[in-house]
């Protein structure tokens, strides 16, 4: 079973930063929390991901609270081609599978 | 440098009827993972393999289902007499696994089957 819980769906408007929050409050010290996007009916794509210090890189930022119970992913400016359903995964490392839930539905709108 | 390639991009098959599917990662990465992703829902983790060998199959179905690796050519997904609850989406991913270090895995277009 998925160790978070995110919301079913959520809606942004086009050049605003969307915010997806995820708890993954049964996290050990060893897991990283892994975000994923699924556009329509694609292949999952990888998005970013951290243990314990927020990241960012050209996609995304991560904020990951202090007890490590919950996080965000920030998409600065989002586009159209954002739109797509956003899985936030916990995974400790090199025990390799992927277990997603039922991710976020984010919509962005014009 | 070409990413995870899937073939058959569709596949359909009647019932009974074995379906094959082939997965080709990414060049330099030794590590293949299958998922299946039902109408509407997430994706479900079905089997881990290095070259030859199957690391994790906790998610394979016991009957009808099998995978490989071989050392040469790409890996295979087999589904022998199917069923029309086989008729999904199955996704192919690959990585490099380095130790001590978390990696992505990078996911193929997938192959989505339909069952008759």
């Known amino acids: 079973d998925a160790k978070t819980t995110q919301p079913p769906s959520m809606d942004c408007a086009e050049g605003r930063a969307a915010n997806l929050p995820c708890n993954h409050s049964?996290?050990?010290?060893?897991?990283?929390v892994y975000w994923y996007r699924q556009i329509h009916s694609q292949g999952p794509q990888y998005i970013i991901h951290?243990?314990?210090n927020n990241e960012t890189n050209e996609m995304a930022s991560l904020i990951i609270t202090e007890d490590r119970k919950s996080s965000t992913l920030i998409l600065p400016h989002a586009t159209l081609r954002d739109t797509a359903v956003y899985y936030c995964?916990?995974?400790?490392?090199?025990?390799?599978?992927?277990?997603f839930g039922t991710g976020t539905r984010l919509q962005v709108f014009p | 440098n070409a990413g995870v390639m899937q073939n058959p991009r569709h596949l359909v098959r009647r019932r009974g009827q074995e379906a094959r599917l082939r997965c080709s990662p990414m060049?330099?990465?030794?590590?293949v993972y299958w998922y299946r992703q039902l109408p509407e829902e997430g994706l479900k983790f079905m089997v881990y393999?290095?070259?030859?060998?199957?690391?994790?199959e906790s998610g394979m179905p016991k009957e009808r289902f099998s995978a490989e690796f071989p050392k040469e050519g790409p890996s295979i997904l087999r589904i022998q007499q199917v069923v029309r609850g086989d008729s999904a989406a199955y996704f192919c991913?690959?990585?490099?696994?380095?130790?001590?270090?978390?990696?992505?895995?990078?996911f193929g277009p997938g192959t989505r089957l339909t069952v008759l």
């Open positions: 991913a690959s990585s490099p696994l380095i130790r001590d270090r978390a990696d992505e895995q990078f």
């Open positions: 049964t996290i050990s010290g060893n897991e990283y």
């Open positions: 951290g243990l314990k």
């Open positions: 995964i916990v995974r400790v490392v090199n025990t390799d599978k992927l277990i």
């Open positions: 060049k330099g990465h030794s590590h």
């Open positions: 393999l290095q070259k030859e060998n199957i690391i994790d």
